[in-house]
């Protein structure tokens, strides 16, 4: 009966892959909040700050320009009783033209805002991955993932990629 355990023993055991008979090391997985990155990483800051200073200006003109159609919109409620037909139309011509132009380069300005963001964010991402990348293989991490709905905060290494994010920026 102690052979016939022995052999069975054995058997089992070299069915088993040997994968599984290491598997007393621990698994090293960590999780980073991308959207913690694009908030608080040094990087991230900058690239808004660059953004906000490239966009300011054409932001003021839209806000000129609004209050411009504001003031004319008050003027042609006000005063459209007492002016006659002609002047009446040709201020509402006036305003509809401005208004349009309004519209088409607050457009503009969104769309190049939006490509000029998708193109910093692109960029805080490839410095990220490149920093994921180094902590894991010098921690020896076997997974880490990114924007999870739910993990254990002890699981969280996004400090040490905003801290290695930083330290690159410097």
């Known amino acids: ?7 069975t023993f054995v058997a089992l055991m070299l069915a088993m892959p040997a994968s599984h008979v290491a598997a007393e090391e621990p698994v090293r997985i960590g ?9 608080d990483a040094p990087v991230a800051r900058k690239a808004a700050e660059k953004i906000e200073a490239e966009f300011s200006r054409r932001d003021q003109e839209l806000q000129s320009m609004a209050r411009q159609l504001q003031n004319m919109q008050d003027a042609l409620e ?5 002016m006659n037909e002609t002047e009446r139309r040709s201020r509402e011509r006036e305003f509809n ?9 607050q457009r503009e ?5 939006n490509l000029r963001q998708n193109e910093e964010n692109s960029a805080i991402i490839e410095k990220a991955n490149r920093a994921i990348q180094q902590l894991a ?16 905060p002890r699981l969280d290494v996004t400090d040490k990629i905003i801290k290695a994010l930083a330290a690159e920026g410097k």
């Open 31 to 39: 999780y980073v909040n991308t959207q913690r990155i694009f908030r």
């Open 97 to 105: 033209e401005l208004q349009r132009e309004f519209q088409r380069k």
């Open 1 to 7: 009966m102690k052979t016939k355990f022995a052999a």
């Open 78 to 82: 006000k005063n459209a009783v007492t």
């Open 109 to 113: 300005f969104r769309e190049d805002l």
């Open 137 to 152: 293989e010098s921690e020896k991490y076997d997974l880490i993932v990114q924007d999870v709905v739910w993990a254990s």
